[in-house]
């Protein structure tokens, strides 16, 4: 059984704009996976997001023990501007996990500029 979950109603708001909301989104996503082994993320009434908001995708290989976020997470109702930063951040996503040291030694350089 896989369970949709609205962003919408979990942030109160129609803009995903937070890494805290984010965070809620999570929460909620990680219960689902640990009932149901899968869930569907809505966007439906999201007019806008950012990619801090999808920071918390970060997280999933390692809660669920290496999967891929796609494998455990579909989403739907999206513009194509949400699908680009979820793509972008999937792929950062992966990129972190495969060598993190790394990873954060060239993200953290380009924070000081």
């Known amino acids: 059984m896989t369970n949709t979950l609205n962003i919408c109603k979990i942030i109160d ?3 995903a704009v937070s890494f805290e909301n ?3 989104v999570y929460s909620e996503i990680k219960r689902e996976i640990g009932n149901h082994g899968k ?3 809505s966007f439906a009434g999201i007019s806008k997001a950012i ?3 999808f920071s918390f995708l970060i997280l999933v290989p390692e809660d669920f023990e290496g999967s891929q976020i796609r494998d455990l997470i579909e989403f739907k109702d999206m513009s194509e501007d949400h699908e680009n930063i ?3 951040v999937i792929v950062h996503t ?3 996990h495969q060598d993190p040291e790394a ?3 060239t993200f953290g350089s380009m924070l000081e500029i």
């Open 13 to 15: 708001s129609e803009f």
């Open 94 to 96: 992966q990129k972190y």
């Open 103 to 105: 990873y954060n030694s």
């Open 86 to 88: 979820i793509d972008m």
């Open 22 to 24: 984010g965070e809620k």
């Open 51 to 53: 990619p801090a908001f």
């Open 39 to 41: 869930v569907i993320l």
